[in-house]
């Protein structure tokens, strides 16, 4: 597991981080609600999500590593991303939000550096609000955002049916 000192860096995520950022998100599609993805994707599957965030506008892709080499690359700590909220072209000045850690990775305010960075990103693009829906029960997401000034919109009861039950998704919300 790794040292609590090690120096995290949070810099945009590129192509060559695709296989690992599949891994870690399969982590969450095979063993939790957090989303409601329910197959595992391939990299190539999940190629068209990492090219839908370039390192400029308003839809990002922050990347923490760790600060230590193994081997020529650096282990992925976590990602934040800010994508399209609806399709529909009003919708273009809101983003939907989310933080996704390693397993491990939680309790050690990576998920704080990643949303420090991506909205420091944010600041001068033509965006006007965040959103950010959390599947419940899920505090430390909640957490997390509470400390970056959303607030609380409001339930999707029961939206989404995953591992045999209904989840709850809650909405919150944060102006740019």
Partial sequence: ?????????????????????????NHYVRETPITFDTVPFSPEERRPWL???????????KVAVDGTFQGNSQRILGYATSSPYRVKPAYSTSVEVTVYLAPDAGGRGIGTLLYKA??????????HRAYA???????????????FGFRYIGVHREVGRKFG?????AWHEKEL
């Fill in 1 to 25: 597991m790794p040292s609590e000192h090690t120096e995290v860096q949070v810099r945009p995520g590129v192509e060559s981080d695709l296989d690992a950022l599949t891994e870690l998100y």
């Fill in 165 to 169: 039950r209904y989840w709850d998704v």
């Fill in 133 to 147: 829906g959390i599947a419940q029960p899920n505090e430390a997401s909640t957490r997390l955002h509470e400390r």
């Fill in 51 to 61: 090219l839908s965030h370039p390192e400029d506008g308003p839809y990002r892709l």
């Fill in 118 to 127: 991506l909205f420091e990103s944010l600041a001068d693009e033509d965006v």
